[in-house]
């Protein structure tokens, strides 16, 4: 089971973090991401990060501006979002991916398991 949790309503230029924690099995054995999408968009990816937090992955419109982390001990992943735009507003999903890998996986369709999303709106 996924819970995220930390969205809101902020201006442009604010920042966020979410929050996702993780329950009912082995942490360490799935790598995870955070996804997004928009009214009347498809489902995007925004970040990832294997199981160990040793690889990471974000997409063009959000590198160097959004930090993903995970805190295997408290079976919690984190989304830190900076200097963030109103085309970020999204409902923010954290998803699970079961497989211990070196690499991080982009493709939301890859990721099979989803909590229930987050509102992030950004006003300008």
């Known amino acids: 089971q996924l819970q995220a949790s930390g969205g809101g309503l902020v201006q442009a230029g604010a920042s966020l973090r979410l929050s996702c924690a993780a329950s009912g099995s082995t942490f360490t054995n799935y790598g995870m991401g955070w996804l997004r999408q928009a009214g009347g968009k498809q489902r995007e990816f925004v970040a990832g990060?294997?199981?160990?937090?040793?690889?990471?992955s974000y997409a063009d419109s959000v590198t160097g501006r959004f930090t993903i982390s995970r805190d295997n001990a408290k079976n919690t992943v984190y989304l830190q979002m900076n200097n963030l735009r109103p085309e970020d507003t999204a409902v923010y999903y954290c998803?699970?991916?079961?497989?211990?890998?070196?690499?991080?996986?982009?493709?939301?369709?890859?990721?099979?398991?989803w909590g229930q999303g987050t509102q992030v709106t950004v006003s300008s």
């Open positions: 990060i294997n199981w160990s937090g040793g690889s990471t």
């Open positions: 998803a699970a991916d079961h497989g211990v890998r070196t690499s991080v996986l982009r493709n939301p369709r890859d990721y099979g398991f």
